[in-house]
């Protein structure tokens, strides 16, 4: 990889926040809920190297975690009376915050991939079948 061509992380993290192509910012990242398509329908970007495995889940636990501290000092004053409700409220609110956060968290750890050229992602390993065919 020569200097011109680095992939800024950044940008690149942003869109995968977003549910993007990490490459053009255009194309779908999922085809499923957690299912990262194989190519960019926009751009043709090979996407099917991420090696994502256990980090989006890792980091969902984290930050729900530590929301989840912070919400329950928030209602515990106001719900000490009733603990049942609070169990139920909290439960529910762990559950939403950490299914909205999954996919999230595997467009980011899926962006920093690409950025960084991990797993396959790298420039050089694209272009072998095209120096094979000249």
Not at 86 to 98: D, G, H, K, P, R
Not at 118 to 128: E, T, W
């Amino acid at each position: 990889m020569t200097t011109s061509e680095t992939r800024e992380t950044k940008p690149a993290i942003l869109r995968g926040l977003r549910h993007r192509c990490p490459a053009c910012g255009e194309g779908q990242l999922f085809a499923r809920y957690l299912k990262v398509k194989n190519t960019c329908s926009e751009c043709g970007e090979e996407l099917h190297h991420h090696r994502a495995d256990d980090g989006p889940a890792y980091l969902t636990i984290l930050i729900v975690g530590h929301v989840m501290g912070f919400v329950l000092h928030g209602l515990f004053g106001y719900m000490r009376d009733d603990p049942l409700m609070l169990a139920l409220v909290l439960c529910t609110i762990a559950t939403v915050l950490a299914l909205l956060m999954l996919p999230r968290m595997k467009g980011l750890m899926v962006g920093y991939q690409w950025a960084k050229e991990m797993h396959g992602f790298s420039k050089s390993r694209a272009r072998l079948p095209e120096a094979s065919e000249a």
